[in-house]
């Protein structure tokens, strides 16, 4: 029995030419790689691929999520989409705007264009987004009627302030003490007659007196 099998009947021969001119006379011979585009096929991988290049028969099955692009194979469309941010979680339907990462997203939709600003500093009034927001404005000393105190002082100002918890409560980093920032300079806090504390709104005659009233029991 020959070695060689036909691609269609059950006949065998003794040499790989014998069993070709047999499929080519009797029309046995099988074509298994198809092109993509039409009913033509071929022999091998390598034939198929010349076809479909020169004839533009080649099909791009993998869309991008948001944009007309289109990709032979999936891995090539989902580095594009990575690349892009072109993934449609990755999409703020309200504006129509794209991210690179849900990270950016998250930041975009809690940011004031989704938020507003509904959250005010309780000594100088500016508006803030979130409560760490404030956090922030009040410790790195930007609000100009509260400056360069501690996260302790702080804290303990806003609670007297914020009775129903808007700020305060979500803070939950913050810590009690009584610890005041070593760099707070009394003198910032001089309002044009005496020097006021941003807590109690009591006013003294020099920056000295401020300082004791601050470092005392009484906050």
């Known amino acids: 029995m020959g070695s ?6 059950t006949r065998c021969f003794n040499s790989w030419r014998s069993c070709i001119q047999h499929m080519n006379d009797t029309g046995h011979r099988r074509w298994p790689h198809e092109c993509e585009t039409c009913d033509t096929r071929f ?4 034939a ?3 076809h479909m290049e020169a004839k533009g028969h080649f099909t791009y099955p993998y869309d991008c999520e948001t944009c007309n692009d289109s990709f032979r194979f999936e891995d090539d469309r ?16 309200d504006c129509d705007r794209y991210f690179q990462s849900s990270n950016n997203l998250a930041q975009h939709m809690r940011s004031r264009v989704h938020q507003g600003t509904s959250i005010k500093c309780p000594f100088c009034k500016a508006s803030f987004v979130t409560a760490s927001g404030v956090s922030h404005h009040l410790e790195t000393s930007s609000c100009p009627k509260a400056k360069n ?6 804290h303990r100002a806003l609670r007297q302030r914020d ?12 810590h009690e003490g009584n610890t005041i920032n070593s760099t707070w300079n009394p003198n910032s806090a001089y309002n044009g007659s005496g020097y006021e504390c941003c807590i109690c709104h009591r006013e003294f ?12 029991p009484v906050h």
């Open 4 to 9: 060689y099998e036909c691609d269609s009947c």
């Open 43 to 46: 022999g091998t991988k390598r």
């Open 48 to 50: 198929v691929e010349q």
């Open 78 to 93: 989902d580095e594009h989409q990575e690349e892009g941010g072109h993934y449609k979680h990755l999409h703020c339907s």
């Open 149 to 154: 105190l501690s996260s302790s002082v702080i």
């Open 163 to 174: 009775p129903n918890g808007v700020i305060t409560e979500r803070l939950l980093e913050w």
């Open 205 to 216: 005659s020099t920056s000295r007196g401020l300082n004791q009233h601050v470092r005392s």
